[in-house]
């Protein structure tokens, strides 16, 4: 099995852009898909990012995702912060029977 | 659109069984594979079990397995997650999700609590 490493927490003021990385630890990050899911306290997961880099309907498109096959790694970056977007992040990805997700991390916009 | 809605969770004793079912409604039910995530209290995200649209392949995580059964039941619009010999580590709140592109979520329902305490 492999593992997804995601930086506990980040700190960033409103207007301001993140980025959010997701590293794998075996396997090729653009063999299997890498989702995001944003969650706020007290609520369930929402999808943000949907195969490596595609939007759900009603995400605004400051939420945009990547994958860089050189780290390893997928990220998502989050452009024009505002107060709504603070929440915890996790990335998911998967392999031959099994199914992966990052540890999460806490963004604070502050 | 799409609706998942969790029940039969509560506090249950270690050693003990309990039976989640999860109702869908809004989307194709039988076109999807489904999944159920667990997370514990102030803690991540953690993939519990996956089946297949038709119900014949099922796959768990190596912390639930042998002990939690996934099934479906297409002509009822819902998934279950039977689990058996719980224990404390396993209180949490329990999310159904349906399936996305290969083995991603896309849609999840709001979850519901089991708390596993003598």
């Known amino acids: 099995n492999f593992m997804l490493t995601q930086p506990h927490s980040v700190s960033e003021s409103p207007g301001k852009t993140v980025t959010f990385s997701c590293t794998r630890s075996?396997?090729?990050?653009?063999?299997?898909?890498v989702q995001w899911y944003q969650q706020r306290p007290g609520s369930a997961p929402t999808t943000v990012i949907y195969d490596d880099n595609r939007r759900p309907s009603g995400v605004p498109d400051r939420f945009s995702g990547s994958i860089d096959t050189s780290s390893n790694s997928a990220s998502l970056t989050i452009s024009g912060l505002k107060t709504e977007d603070e929440a915890d992040y996790y990335c998911?990805?998967?392999?031959?029977?099994?199914?992966?997700f990052g540890g999460g991390t806490k963004l604070t916009v502050l | 659109q799409v609706q998942l809605v969790e029940s039969g969770g509560g506090v249950v004793q270690p050693g003990r069984s309990l039976r989640l079912s999860c109702a869908a409604s809004g989307f194709t039910f039988s076109s999807y594979r489904m999944h159920w995530v667990r997370q514990a209290p102030g803690k991540g995200l953690e993939w519990v079990a996956i089946?297949?649209?038709?119900?014949?392949?099922?796959y768990y995580a190596d912390s639930v397995k042998g002990r939690f059964t996934i099934s479906r039941d297409n002509s009822k619009n819902t998934v279950y997650l039977q689990m058996n010999s719980l224990r404390a580590e396993d209180t949490a709140v329990y999310y159904c999700?349906?399936?996305?592109?290969?083995?991603?979520?896309?849609?999840w329902g709001q979850g519901t609590l089991v708390t596993v305490s003598s």
């Open positions: 075996s396997g090729n990050i653009a063999s299997n898909y």
């Open positions: 089946i297949s649209f038709e119900g014949s392949n099922e």
């Open positions: 998911q990805s998967y392999d031959t029977s099994t199914v992966v």
């Open positions: 999700a349906k399936g996305g592109t290969g083995w991603t979520n896309d849609d």
